[in-house]
């Protein structure tokens, strides 16, 4: 029988349009041979756990540069938690400076990737925690 | 091979036996190969007339006036805005005090996709990437004692460009200064936004029309604005190469040629207000080579291709702004060294305006300090560096009319590739400029990890945990502030001049009306940016992104 391959899906919340970062990550974690899938662009939270529901991810990664991660990410999490999909693993990534890394760990995203970090980084993260 | 260069070439070989190369191959940054030397023999098909010719004169490789910066520096153009309307008035303010000699707008994300920042849509956003304006209100507390006919002012906006050119026209009259006279640049270049930056609203047609009706208003009333800055930038900022910048910026741009003439309007009575708007990465010279095969290619395209018999409309004036990508979050100082060698890339290679990133621009928008740095940046090349001197000084150099003439060709085979699907909306209909974007990001990443390229303080020279700097931070409060101010507006204003006014949008939007009159209306009449928008989505319908990666 085939092991269930580890899903995640990889989302654009908010307005922000910068994509190239979301379509490395999503492209890496495909050849790490994980299912991908991706959201594209301008995502409502609630478009966002919609399909993490129906595609019953294991995992959401969410990419953001504008600055609205403070409302964005929680607001994700609120939404997971209010649907019963609150085990999904959520972990971000983009421009989130430090002091709010801080405080979105405390609301529940799991980690936070910040430029620079290599593919290597990511996909081993992706691969201890969903083990 | 003369003796001379046979002995080098003996003395080369003897000297890597001893010690080889630092590498087995040079790749400039987009993956073309860097030869060693250059001499008149990589020159032995290149005529002087024809492929470089004088500065201001056809087919422009050298500059497109003939006294280049002996007779005007470039213009310092620092890209700006956050906050509220006020906070980004103050921050101009600064700037020109500070020697900045053009305006240029950055609009927030809710703006920037045609919603208000009451929107359920603009939550968190409001005032973060950008000044927050919602109506013609902002634009008036914007630009509050500035005179607009002694400034000239680009706006970062595209989906929406007619309504924002529409409130700075309706804001220079109140200053008296009628539209004939005011000057500046709306980027209003929707095909790059489908390829790269995508702030789209409306499909691919629809904003084709809406910019032809930009072309046709502008090209009749507004005779010294730049209707469309034609851009690389962000196509680049995606991750494409120095050539695919090239290449899709320039087939953008004969896609709104043709657009201009399908509108009826003859090519010499637009094409002279299209302007560009380039990317300066890190490869020094690639980035200079880039400009000058774009002025050639841009030229002959006018020329051959369009008939222009103008030389106004063959001449690809540009703006530069260095590489946001190419600036690192780890030692941020290192970015002050990035930003001054883009720069001098630009200035070398004849741009007409330039803004210099600041350094913290990783992490947030910059601070006061960072974009002064930014600023000193261009005014040191300027007053004391002495390149702003004699004109297209690098002119004649072996290695540089070389590498010009192979980013020619390389941006001429994407050129026709992209004619050959039958133009680049066809183009981007099927996802080509995309997906060629996506790979060569995906690539220039694996030469990150595996270290074939050197990201400085990132993949090599990396230093520990590092001491976080200072950042500029939008207050949460100033989304409220923004949302009651724009209530107080809604319920200060004629609903009956609104409602007509939408409604005469409406049907001109549903017939072949030229939009520009209504859209004036409308903003005249403080509607706001989502309320037109909503009037055009319900005309036009919208745009979801393929997601492709």
């Not at chain 2, 470039?74 to 700006?80: A, H, L, Y």
């Not at chain 2, 930003?339 to 001098?344: E, K, R």
């Not at chain 2, 939007?509 to 903003?523: E, K, Q």
């Amino acid at each position: 029988m085939a092991e269930k391959r580890i899903r995640i899906l990889v989302a654009k919340p908010g307005l922000d349009g910068h994509d190239r970062g979301a379509k490395i990550i999503a492209r890496a974690l495909r050849d790490a041979g994980f299912e991908v899938i991706y959201t594209g662009l301008h995502q409502t939270p609630e478009m966002i756990v919609n399909t993490a529901i129906q595609e019953d991810v294991d995992a959401i990664g969410l990419s953001i540069l504008s600055g609205a991660h403070n409302h964005l990410f929680p607001r994700v999490l609120e939404l997971l938690r209010a649907k019963g999909a609150g085990e999904k693993i959520v972990f971000g990534g983009g421009i989130v400076p430090v002091e709010d890394i801080e405080r979105l760990k405390k609301a529940g995203i799991v980690e936070i990737f910040t430029p620079g970090t290599p593919l290597k980084d990511i996909i081993d993260f992706v691969k201890r925690t969903l083990k | 091979m003369d003796s001379a260069k046979k002995k080098w070439r003996e003395e080369l070989e003897e000297a890597f036996r001893e010690m080889p190369p630092r590498r087995e191959m040079y790749m400039s940054l987009s993956g073309m190969e860097v030869p060693e030397l250059c001499g008149p023999e990589e020159l032995a098909d290149w005529d002087h007339q024809r492929d470089l010719g004088y500065p201001g004169v056809y087919p422009f490789t050298r500059g497109v006036q003939p006294s280049m910066y002996r007779g005007r520096l470039w213009t310092m153009r620092q890209f700006s805005g956050f906050g509220t309307a006020e906070d980004t008035n103050r921050r101009y303010k600064y700037l020109l005090a500070q020697g900045q000699t053009g305006l240029s707008v950055a609009f927030h994300m809710p703006t920037l996709m045609g919603r208000d920042s009451d929107s359920e849509y603009a939550i968190g956003e409001v005032g973060r990437c950008g000044v927050a304006v919602d109506t013609l209100r902002d634009m008036e507390i914007l630009f509050d004692s500035i005179p607009l006919d002694q400034v000239t002012t680009s706006m970062t906006i595209n989906a929406p460009a007619a309504i924002l050119l529409a409130m700075y026209i309706a804001v220079a009259e109140k200053q008296g200064v009628s539209r004939n006279k005011i000057g500046g640049t709306i980027q209003n270049d929707i095909l790059k936004e489908y390829i790269a930056q995508k702030s789209w609203i409306f499909p691919p047609k629809e904003s084709m029309r809406i910019i032809q009706d930009i072309l046709v208003f502008c090209t009749r009333e507004v005779p010294r604005w730049n209707t469309i800055s034609i851009s690389g930038y962000h196509i680049r900022e995606a991750g494409s190469t120095a050539v695919q910048e090239l290449a899709f910026t320039l087939a953008d741009g004969i896609g709104y040629v043709e657009s201009g003439i399908e509108a009826g309007i003859d090519v010499d009575e637009f094409a002279p207000r299209l302007s560009f708007f380039f990317n300066a990465h890190i490869d020094f010279f690639e980035e200079i080579v880039k400009y000058r095969a774009a002025r050639r290619i841009w030229a002959r395209i006018m020329k051959e291709r369009f008939h222009a018999r103008d030389s106004r409309s063959m001449k690809l004036r540009f703006h530069t702004q260095t590489a946001g990508c190419s600036l690192t979050a780890q030692q941020p100082m290192n970015n002050v060294v990035r930003t001054a060698v883009q720069a001098l890339a630009a200035v070398l290679g004849g741009t007409q305006s330039l803004h210099t990133n600041s350094m913290d621009e990783t992490l947030a928008l910059p601070t006061e300090e960072a974009v002064t740095v930014a600023l000193r940046t261009q005014q040191i090349l300027a007053e004391e560096t002495g390149v702003a001197n004699a004109i297209d000084p690098l002119g004649g150099s072996y290695f540089v009319e070389h590498m010009t003439d192979r980013m020619e060709h390389d941006a001429l085979a994407y050129i026709h590739e992209i004619d050959r699907l039958g133009g680049i909306i066809r183009a981007i209909e099927l996802g080509y400029p995309q997906k060629e974007i996506a790979e060569a990001a995906y690539r220039y990443q694996q030469a990150l990890e595996t270290g074939e390229r050197a990201l400085v303080g990132v993949n090599k020279y990396i230093m520990g945990e590092e001491t976080p700097i200072e950042i500029l931070k939008i207050p949460p409060e100033k989304e409220q502030e923004q949302i009651r101010r724009l209530k107080d507006l809604k319920a200060s204003r004629s609903s009956k001049g609104v409602s007509q006014s939408l409604k005469s949008l409406e049907q001109a939007a549903r017939s072949r009306d030229n939009l520009m009159p209504h859209v004036l209306g409308a903003v005249k009449a403080y509607c706001s940016i989502e309320e037109i928008c909503d009037v055009l989505r319900g005309v036009f319908g919208t745009y979801d992104d393929p997601a492709y990666f």
